[in-house]
């Protein structure tokens, strides 16, 4: 918890600080659009090789190596920076290159669990990192802003770098205590081969929960994308509204962490809390296009990120559970495939009818929600005798 605490604290502030720093020093938003994108472009070609990596040498030793070259990238920006009266071009340049270890640190993570915990316990450790991750991107903000604002550009990336360092540190601690997190497959392909892609979607709870989890993660996407128009057209543009929407979402999904935890035995694969989700995003979209209340705006906003978050976490662990040992790290490099598609795709189309107008796009937004909850209730129904042969070949 601690790990993902401190290096979701290091990501939270880098993102605000990295949107200041090139909106200042560019006059723009190109900058900072690109270094997302790049991650986009990483997480298609990369991310086959980070699932491929974990599964031969261990999520241990790809999180270590991972981290720690990430530290050393902030290190060596932090260092330069801090000579330099231009920085936008080093803090694009270090936005990009750690979108490359991005994908090995984050499918690491995902098969690391685990190798820590037993399948009883895995619903409550899930739950447990994801109320972390929560709480540091709210802090990674915090400091970010406070650094920015007492302090210099060299002062805001050595915040970053610092919650990198400790997170780093964590990992290694766990590594040195627990033998098995080096231990090798016998798998021997290097990259995601399409037999491998094709036997992981055969199993029915393996495809369930890349598609499904995937469109939890599109229909977040899409909340952040609206969160900026819709706090210009329905609450005055009154810049407030924007911190009170995303932390009300926070505060959801904060929530859900804690539900997980108490409740994790009695929770399962239980797929209400996906059709929740899904519903409550398309009323929360049609009640930006109808401009419904603050007050019942703001509970809508709650309960989809407690359902999102459930419901993210639920079928995280469902893949976990169902996919062996030794193909954990490419079960998350495809399902976090499907996420860069899903997500993707969806703010494609609400940002095209957006260009219309912001009716048109809540109206969009509500139609994705619609074909989510479609989806979803689709893939409840459906059986597959097929199973994961390439757990007997591992």
């Given at each position: ?14 993102t ?31 991310q ?37 009266s ?14 490359i270890?991005?994908?090995f ?14 399948q ?8 447990a ?8 991107q ?10 920015l ?17 400790v ?28 037999r ?12 369930r ?10 229909l977040?996407?899409?909340f952040?994308l ?79 990120g ?13 893949l ?33 009818a ?18 989510c ?22």
């Open positions: 918890m601690l790990g993902e605490f401190a290096i979701n604290t290091g990501r939270g502030a880098l605000l600080i990295l949107g200041a720093i090139l909106y200042q020093e560019t006059g723009g938003l190109w900058a900072f659009a690109l270094a997302f994108l790049s991650d986009f472009i990483v997480a298609l070609f990369i086959g090789i980070a699932g491929a990596a974990v599964d031969r040498f261990g999520p241990g030793k790809v999180l270590n190596l991972s981290l720690g070259i990430s530290s050393l990238l902030l290190f060596a920006c932090w260092v330069l920076i801090s000579q330099l231009s920085t936008a071009l080093f803090i694009f340049s270090l936005a990009v290159l750690l979108n270890f991005r994908p640190i984050r499918t690491a993570v995902f098969a690391l669990l685990p190798a820590l915990f037993s009883s316990e895995l619903e409550k450790a899930n739950g990192v994801s109320l972390a991750f929560q709480v540091g709210f802090a990674g903000m915090a400091l970010a802003a406070l650094s604002e007492l302090g210099t550009h060299g002062t805001a990336i050595f915040t970053v770098l610092m919650a990198f360092v997170s780093t540190a964590c990992y290694l601690m766990i590594s040195a205590k627990y033998l098995n997190l080096r231990v090798r497959s016998d798998v021997k392909s290097k990259i995601i081969s399409w491998a892609f094709t036997e992981v979607l055969a199993h029915a709870t393996i495809l929960g890349c598609m499904i989890g995937s469109v939890d993660y599109a977040i996407a899409v952040n609206l969160l900026a128009p819709v706090v210009a057209h329905n609450f005055d543009n009154l810049s407030r509204w924007l911190g009170i929407l995303d932390g009300a979402f926070a505060l959801g999904a904060i929530l859900a962490g804690v539900f997980v935890i108490k409740q994790s035995k009695d929770i399962g694969l239980k797929y209400r809390y996906s059709l929740l989700a899904h519903v409550s995003a398309a009323l929360l979209f049609l009640g930006y296009a109808l401009q419904w209340h603050a007050y019942l705006i703001l509970l809508l906003v709650l309960l989809f407690l359902s999102t978050t459930v419901s993210v976490v639920m079928w995280n662990t469902a976990q559970k169902s996919s062996p040992e030794a193909m954990h790290g490419r079960v998350a490099s495809v399902k976090y495939i499907f996420n860069t598609l899903a997500v993707t795709l969806a703010i494609a189309c609400v940002s095209f957006n260009e219309q107008s912001f009716l048109v796009a809540t109206y969009a937004a509500v139609t994705t929600a619609a074909v909850f479609v989806l979803a209730f689709v893939l409840m129904r459906y059986r597959s005798s097929h199973s994961l042969s390439l757990s007997r070949e591992s």
